[in-house]
């Protein structure tokens, strides 16, 4: 089946400091979708990519779309402490009509002030 | 707009008990979702409704898991008998539609089992 793969899996920065987290799908997607789970909360969507090489940004997040539309990859710059929590990627099941997501593992985001 | 409301928020059971959660979606959400979050992993789907029918139920251990969703709005999972590696929160999500529409999580109920 479809898998969904994420690293690193965690990422320790000092506040200020730049992010990235990497995803990779095992087949060709649709598109990607980007949620945070902040600690003891449940996820909230972020940004859903469709185009392949598509890059979008909000604020200090900057999201892009591989060109092969199978990796993807979340840039934070200048972290700050608001920014802690695990970020997940998904993905849709290519093999059905119904998009059922498949999420990585997680990259856990530790910002130490 | 209200979110996603889920209850009860935290459940202790032993293993072999039963234990059922609840799931009320957003208003005019068509699909309605049940996932699974084991600590430290991402979710994993165990039941997908498309009003009141199931689109995917692959991942539900149907052995011992069962879902429903009556007249397509609330829905409930239920686990009989619960085992430890049941032990996670489960996640309601919903959505307008399936395919590419983002997804609305409820705050979650966190399963213990002794």
């Known amino acids: 089946g479809q898998q969904v793969m994420q690293i690193p899996q965690y990422q320790h920065v000092q506040e200020g400091e730049d992010f990235t987290t990497y995803c990779n799908s095992s087949?060709?997607?649709?598109?990607i979708q980007w949620y945070k789970q902040r600690p003891g909360g449940h996820p909230v969507f972020l940004i859903q990519?469709?185009?392949?090489?598509e890059v979008k940004k909000q604020k200090r997040l900057t999201f892009q779309f591989g060109e092969a539309k199978k990796n993807s990859s979340l840039h934070i710059t200048a972290t700050q402490t608001t920014d802690v929590g695990t970020y997940f990627c998904?993905?849709?099941?290519?093999?059905?009509?119904?998009?059922?997501?498949?999420f990585g593992q997680g990259t856990i985001l530790t910002v130490h002030p | 707009e209200a979110g996603v409301a889920q209850s009860p928020r935290y459940k202790i059971i032993e293993k072999r008990q039963s234990v059922a959660f609840w799931c009320n979606p957003i208003s005019g959400h068509a699909t309605l979702y049940w996932y699974q979050q084991i600590l430290g992993q991402g979710p994993k789907l165990l039941i997908q409704?498309?009003?009141?029918?199931?689109?995917?139920d692959s991942q539900l251990p149907k052995d011992r898991f069962s879902a429903e969703r009556l007249k397509g709005v609330d829905s409930t999972l239920k686990i009989q008998p619960a085992k430890l590696e049941d032990s996670a929160v489960y996640l309601c999500?919903?959505?307008?539609?399936?395919?590419?529409?983002?997804?609305?999580f409820g705050p979650g109920t966190r399963l213990t089992v002794t």
């Open positions: 998904a993905g849709p099941d290519g093999g059905t009509s119904y998009g059922k997501l498949t």
């Open positions: 990519l469709v185009k392949s090489g």
């Open positions: 409704f498309q009003n009141n029918g199931v689109v995917d």
């Open positions: 087949t060709t997607l649709s598109n």
């Open positions: 999500a919903s959505s307008l539609g399936t395919g590419d529409y983002e997804q609305y």
